[in-house]
C-alpha cells in the first residue's frame, strides 16, 4: 500500500486549500481513513475520519465546519477541503487508512491507522 499526499503549500489567514491523497493497492472506499496533522513540537493529532461502507464522518472539534473530507471514488483519492485557514493550521498533513470498516472513536490515535503518505506541509501566514 502506498500512499502519497499533494496539494500543500503556503496559504494566507482567512483562505483556502484543497489537499488530496492518492492510493495505490488500497481502495479508500472499502476501509476507514481520514487525515491527521503535526504541527511543530507537537504530537500527531486526527482531525478527521470517514468510512464511505458505514456513511460516517468525523470531525476534530477545532476543524468542524471548516474542513470537509471525501472520497472520490473514479480517482480513488482521499480528499481534505480546508477553509477559514488560520496561523493554529499550520502543519504537517498525513493522509492514514486503516484495515477497519468504521471509524475508531474520536478519529482514533495514530496507532489505530495501518497505512501513511509522507506528509505535505501546510503553512498559514506566509
Known amino acids: 500500500v502506498q500512499l502519497v499526499e499533494s496539494g500543500g503549500g503556503p496559504v494566507q489567514p482567512g483562505g483556502s486549500l484543497r489537499l488530496s491523497c492518492a492510493a495505490s493497492g488500497y481502495r479508500f472506499d472499502d476501509y476507514a481513513v481520514g487525515w491527521f496533522r503535526q504541527a511543530p513540537g507537537k504530537e500527531r493529532e486526527g482531525i478527521t475520519c470517514?468510512?464511505?461502507?458505514?456513511?460516517?464522518?468525523f470531525y476534530r472539534t477545532s476543524v468542524k465546519g471548516r474542513f470537509t473530507i471525501s472520497i472520490d471514488s473514479a480517482k480513488n483519492t482521499l480528499d481534505l477541503e480546508m477553509k477559514d485557514l488560520n496561523d493554529d493550521d499550520t502543519a504537517v498533513y498525513y493522509c492514514a487508512a486503516t484495515e477497519r470498516r468504521t471509524c475508531p472513536p474520536f478519529v482514533g490515535g495514530p496507532q489505530t491507522y495501518q497505512y501513511w503518505g509522507q506528509g505535505t506541509q501546510v503553512t498559514v501566514g506566509l
Open positions: 470517514i468510512s464511505r461502507r458505514e456513511g460516517t464522518t
